[in-house]
């Protein structure tokens, strides 16, 4: 059986009948074949970073769950999430994804980055900067950049900050490896993967190489290029992308869906686009 689209609340149904809505949902139905088994693959510490810089809106993760769910026909829908527990809002969103989803968890690590410049041997000293700016970022600084900065840590330090909290959490390997053994069973022979994340670049190559089709719901805009090379390749599988700000409307938070329609009338640029 094909995948179809029937939506399951209300509000789905009326969005719907927008004409350019239901043309969105056909054009993303046209990537997925007859018998293809779909399953769909959520990296949401990665999906929170491109929402805040590349698209400008936010995924409302009940409406994320709702709209999946009425793509009938899709083996598995799962979803990988870095809790930081005690925090209201991240365990609400956890909860939300256990509606829907199969849900990896796993607490977030709270690292802390030492800025106490007491140790520096001079104010063009790098080596504090080096834990926290990328190497290859430091080199084309020139020595009045590094100057400021080391400044800047400097007050900050005698208003008593001595370090900045640093959360870390990452699923690039068990997504990758799930997606595979997932294949490998045959419960899955087409992958919807949501990241913008360059590390999946491997995974996806192997996934195609082994007869899957991989079709990415992202932002196009600031895509690795390596991603765009592998539509053109002659592989077993296939690999597509289809741009998620089409879906705005479905997955969009409430306040800002209505901030951006109300852009719209006035004729006013949608910054998501």
């Not at 796993?106 to 140790?119: A, L, P």
């Not at 996806?204 to 079709?215: M, P």
């Amino acid at each position: 059986m094909p995948l179809i689209f029937e939506p399951k609340t209300d509000r789905i149904v009326g969005l719907y009948k927008d004409e350019s809505n239901k043309k969105h949902i056909s054009d993303f139905l046209s990537y997925f074949g007859e018998n293809d088994k779909v399953g769909v693959y959520v990296d949401y510490g990665n999906v929170r970073p491109w929402a805040d810089r590349k698209i400008k809106w936010h995924i409302d993760v009940k409406r994320l769950g709702q709209f999946f769910k009425s793509f009938e026909k899709i083996n598995k829908k799962r979803f990988y999430y870095g809790c930081v527990k005690g925090d209201f809002t991240s365990e609400l969103t956890l909860k939300k994804a256990e509606q829907f989803f199969d849900v990896s968890e796993k607490e977030v690590k709270i690292i802390k980055v030492k800025i106490d410049v007491t140790g520096l041997k001079d104010n063009h000293d790098t080596s504090l900067l080096k834990s926290f700016i990328r190497k290859s970022f430091l080199k084309k600084m020139s020595i009045e950049d590094v100057e400021y900065l080391n400044n800047i840590l400097r007050k900050l330090n005698k208003e008593g900050v001595l370090y900045f909290e640093d959360k870390k959490c990452n699923f690039d390997v068990e997504m990758g490896v799930d997606m595979l053994l997932d294949h490998e069973k045959e419960d899955v022979s087409t992958f919807i993967l949501m990241t913008h994340d360059s590390d999946f670049i491997d995974p996806v190559k192997r996934l195609i190489e082994k007869g899957a089709n991989v079709v990415m719901l992202c932002p196009m805009r600031g895509l690795a290029s390596e991603f765009y090379e592998l539509q053109t390749k002659n592989n077993n599988g296939s690999f597509r992308i289809f741009e998620i700000t089409k879906f705005r409307q479905f997955l969009c938070k409430t306040d800002e869906l209505e901030e951006g329609l109300k852009q719209k009338s006035l004729g006013l640029p949608d910054s998501s686009q």
